[in-house]
């Protein structure tokens, strides 16, 4: 049984910063990619952000790049989002998504790459 949970989501103004956790939660020792992922209302959900099981590879959607970071700690099962330089259209629901891997050291971008989903976290950006 895989368990994602997503935390650090509020409200921020427009330019603050937020990090949003995700918690991976499973009785085994699989390794995972894992991603960022945003559903804004009546849009589709949108690639933001990849990290590889190793963490030393990374991703990023154009519209983030340079403004949010992708990290992970496996000791602590672990992957987080720094967000910087936040802005209205940033906000959405924030959702963690986790891939299986055998020790590739691949990153995915596509939300059917990925077998595991956490509920999501909102993050509201005010002008």
């Known amino acids: 049984q895989v368990h994602l949970a997503e935390s650090g989501g509020g409200l921020v103004q427009s330019g603050g910063s937020l990090k949003l956790s995700c918690v991976v939660s499973?009785?085994?020792?699989?390794?995972?990619?894992m991603g960022w992922f945003r559903q804004a209302p009546e849009k589709e959900r949108d690639f933001i952000a990849a990290i590889n099981w190793r963490g030393d590879s990374t991703y990023y959607a154009d519209s983030v790049k340079g403004r949010f970071t992708i990290s992970r700690d496996n000791a602590k099962n672990t992957v987080y989002l720094q967000m910087n330089s936040l802005r209205p259209e940033d906000t959405a629901v924030y959702f963690c998504a986790g891939r299986e891997v055998y020790y590739s050291g691949n990153y995915y971008s596509a939300s059917e790459d990925y077998h595991y989903w956490g509920q999501g976290t909102q993050v509201t950006v005010s002008s």
């Open positions: 499973d009785d085994t020792s699989r390794n995972y990619a």
